[in-house]
């Protein structure tokens, strides 16, 4: 699990220096060296444009990893508000939200996703497409972790501290702060150890579709993508690693969450 937990903490720093650890410009192209194989000006090789893999690779990892985390930690906090608000309020607040959890739950947001960035052309710019694809995913992904805290919530609230602080006068965002938050923080803790991944893995899938990022702006979809065939991986293996890449974090996230999973259930 240590392993693990510093392997992602390794790949979301080199995302976040892509500029400074990458040698190239994602998208600057080196004709004469195309299908280079891994060397010492390329260490990760170059592809069929002759474009830096390692370059495309941590640039790739910013957009992939920091859309995924930011998706994450948007819908756990829509998830803390409005499910925290159910839980407190009662009454006909509760059951509105309550059926609004459920009305998200059951959307097909995968194509939701696909539906949505059809209406924009495949060439709009990387940054509206990031937002649009940040915000879509963590409307969407709300209602999972407002379910959460709206049942630690209802649980919470009958505790006799919680009663007397309420008693003495204390309001709804004292009692959400002082009360309710120290209870909720490791189970969205958890929470985002299983999602962010999805999220990761949502982006990968959309662009690897040519539905995300486009081709001049490498995420790690897009890269995985751009393998082709395996025709291609016969000839130039180096163009497996961003798939490789994508597994690992994946992978790491999962034995992650499992651990924290184990952890909250000891301490319960």
């Not at 510093?6 to 600057?28: C, K, N, R, T």
């Not at 899938?205 to 790690?220: D, E």
Request: with cysteine; net charge neutral; glycine share 12%.
């Amino acid at each position: 699990m240590k392993a693990c937990a510093v392997f992602l903490i390794v790949a979301h720093l080199l995302a976040a220096m892509a500029g400074w650890v990458s040698s190239y410009d994602p998208a600057e192209q080196h004709r004469e060296h195309a299908w280079e194989a891994p060397g010492e000006r390329f260490p990760l090789g170059t592809d069929g444009l002759g474009r830096d893999q390692w370059s495309r690779l941590v640039h790739g990892a910013r957009i992939s990893l920091y859309s995924g985390l930011a998706a994450g930690v948007l819908s756990a906090a829509l998830g803390l508000l409005l499910g925290g608000w159910a839980g407190l309020s009662g009454g006909w607040t509760d059951r509105l939200i309550t059926r609004l959890m459920e009305l998200f739950l059951a959307l097909p947001w995968m194509y939701l996703l696909l539906a949505v960035r059809a209406f924009f052309p495949l060439e709009t710019d990387a940054r509206l497409v990031f937002l649009a694809l940040l915000l879509l995913l963590g409307a969407i992904g709300w209602a999972r972790p407002a379910r959460l805290v709206r049942g630690i919530v209802m649980s919470v609230k009958e505790r006799e501290s919680l009663l007397a602080a309420r008693g003495f006068g204390a309001g709804r965002w004292y009692l959400l702060r002082r009360h309710i938050l120290p209870e909720v923080l490791p189970v969205l803790g958890t929470y985002l150890s299983l999602a962010i991944p999805q999220y990761v893995a949502a982006e990968a899938t959309l662009s690897f579709l040519g539905l995300g990022f486009s081709g001049s702006t490498p995420s790690w979809g897009s890269l995985v993508g751009a393998m082709g065939s395996l025709e291609v991986l016969s000839e130039a293996w180096w163009m497996g690693l961003p798939a490789v890449a994508l597994a690992l974090v994946l992978g790491c996230y999962s034995i992650v969450s499992s651990a924290l999973a184990g952890t909250e259930h000891q301490g319960r």
